[in-house]
């Protein structure tokens, strides 16, 4: 179990090749989830508006408070486990430590804002599905990128980290 006390990504092989693998698969889950998003909610604002109050025109029912909440409930929980999981692989990664500190904080704040601003645009406001919408994205956009920068340290360079 050195790899795990050894800052240093390169300490087993085995170990690269399974973060290799682990990053590799959690890229398919973020764009996974990110046509879930689209599928479940719309592409746009406005639809998510529709979605989640219906829409009298296109004979949409608005969204139960059941499914709200098994949606809040189960998409949050996976999103904590996917964004926790990348995060620190991203400690662990030649990079600044303000790099590391924007991207940890940019991913877990959006994440955090897009969550709440889902319930507060069911229960308060319209206005908050802006923060919703495009904090779902930002969450998923940066933990692309640093599951992008994980594999391209893991597998291109060959300085040791």
């Known amino acids: 179990m050195k790899f795990l006390v050894s800052k240093s990504l390169r300490a087993n092989p085995n170990f690269v090749l399974l973060l290799g693998f682990y990053s590799f698969l959690l ?11 689209t ?3 719309g592409e746009s604002p406005d639809a998510v508006i529709s979605t989640l109050k219906g829409n009298e025109e296109e004979f949409l029912e608005p969204l139960s408070l059941l499914s709200l909440l098994e949606h809040f409930h189960i998409s949050l929980f996976l999103a904590i486990m996917a964004l926790f999981t990348s995060m620190a692989i991203v400690l662990r990664l030649n990079l600044k430590r303000t790099h590391k500190k924007i991207i940890i904080i940019l991913s877990m704040s959006s994440l955090l ?21 495009y904090g779902t994205i930002i969450w998923h956009l940066v933990g692309v990128y640093a599951l992008l920068l994980t594999l391209i340290e893991l597998f291109l360079n060959q300085h040791d980290s």
């Open 27 to 37: 890229l398919f889950y973020f764009t996974g989830d990110l046509f879930y998003f």
């Open 39 to 41: 599928y479940f909610f």
């Open 113 to 133: 804002l897009g969550s709440l601003a889902l319930l507060a645009t069911y229960f308060l406001a319209q206005f908050f599905v802006y923060i919703f919408f």
